[in-house]
């Protein structure tokens, strides 16, 4: 259909407005790339500002030899990786039944997810249950209370329920139970979704700062937020670099090694996001359009 003049001015300023919202997004990300691929003279003067002036890896470089963010970055694969599949195994597992119109109690029982949502423990009472559990200072303390996102579940749920009933009942006639339904015919349908989730929970155990802080002691157990947070806060990140001569650090900025350490914290969700982006518009929709 030809569009009107009316509609082609409304998606015009859409355009506009959404380049805009876009390039305040990324021009943070280019001028931290810029601080930490610049040489020391430009960081210091204050030239950098979305391209990198006198071409330098010495925040690299230093940034690997001289602090633990590979083991850091280690934790953080760790962390995601099996939070990840352990959040999607519990998630299918709790959507899926309430997702069923045979399931007795359903109602009730999603009424008691969702409140979870509006009152929660506290931090005071589940930082003692997480510590009579034995789980201070183990990923566990993280894995566990994040284990089931109410709002992940409900849109899983949601997806679930738009599955066409007709499926179902043609699986069931060629002696199909509910963990071979589940496996063969609802989860193979539901890929979309799965990658949106997946995607979410692999944010959130990311980018996990708050509870590392309250949960994690040991110090080669700290994840790269933390790592990074500890560098940004400190205001003499060069001096404590003590394991390299001071020919190694001459070279280099405070500045431009800790844009150095968000640019790598930042990267692996950049690579994996378009891998997943097709999915995601995808995933979402279908769990809140009927039919």
């Not at 034995?134 to 109410?150: K, N, Q």
């Not at 968000?262 to 999915?279: A, E, G, N, R, S």
Request: with cysteine; charged share 10%; glycine share 8%.
């Amino acid at each position: 259909m030809k569009t009107t003049s009316g509609e082609q001015v409304f998606y015009g300023i859409n355009y506009v407005i959404l380049a805009i919202a876009g390039l305040l997004c990324l021009l943070p990300l280019m001028h931290l790339a810029s601080l930490s691929l610049s040489g020391k003279d430009a960081v210091l003067s204050g030239f950098v500002v979305l391209w990198p002036v006198d071409w330098s890896t010495e925040s690299y470089a230093l940034l690997f030899k001289g602090t633990p963010i590979i083991q850091a970055f280690t934790n953080n694969v760790i962390i995601t990786v099996v939070g990840v599949g352990l959040s999607m195994i519990f998630t299918v597992l709790a959507a899926y039944p309430l997702s069923r119109k045979v399931f007795y109690g359903r109602k009730y029982l999603t009424l008691a997810i969702v409140f979870t949502m509006l009152f929660q423990g506290g931090l005071i009472p589940t930082y003692l249950v997480i510590k009579q559990m034995g789980l201070i200072d183990s990923y566990g303390a993280l894995w566990l209370p994040s284990l089931v996102s109410t709002f992940n579940m409900l849109i899983m749920r949601s997806f679930f329920e738009n599955i066409p009933e007709e499926l179902e009942e043609a699986a069931r006639m060629d002696g199909c139970g509910e963990w071979k339904l589940l496996m063969r015919i609802i989860l193979p349908l539901s890929m979309p979704m799965i990658a949106t989730i997946a995607l979410f929970y692999g944010v959130q155990y990311w980018n996990s700062f708050f509870n590392v802080m309250i949960y994690v002691n040991s110090p080669e157990k700290l994840n790269l937020t933390v790592l990074i947070q500890q560098m940004i806060k400190s205001q003499s990140l060069i001096t404590d670099i003590n394991n390299l001569g001071p020919e190694a650090v001459v070279n280099v900025t405070p500045e431009g090694m800790k844009a150095a350490g968000v640019i790598i914290m930042i990267i692996p969700m950049l690579i994996v996001y378009p891998f997943l982006q097709k999915y995601f518009v995808k995933g979402v929709m279908i769990g809140a359009i009927k039919g």
